[in-house]
């Protein structure tokens, strides 16, 4: 089993900056796929960035590159999301994911934290 704890959601005004951590324990994640993934209300959840444990490899989605920026420090076990120039259309919760294979939709991952809101005002 693998558990996840987000951390560092808020409110921010537009513009602004956010950081998100995602603690990985239990089992190993040095292969796994860990994503960040985001719901706003009424709409599906979708994944705004993965990255592979073990190669560093990322991806984001379109609509925030270039913006967020996914990173691991693998002494702390732990992923991170910076985000900068923070939209209102970001506005959602924000959720961890980790599996071993991932991939880029929410039913491609296993493990799943509980979540944290970012607001962004304009």
Known sequence: QVQLLESGGGLEQAGGSLRLSCLASGRTVGN?????FRQAPGKERELAAVIRWYTGNTDYADSVKGRFTISKDNAKNTVYLQMNNLKPED???YYCAADREGGTTARD???WGQGTQVTVSS
């Open 32 to 36: 796994y796929a860990m994503g960040w």
């Open 91 to 93: 506005t959602a919760v």
């Open 109 to 111: 991952y296993g493990y």
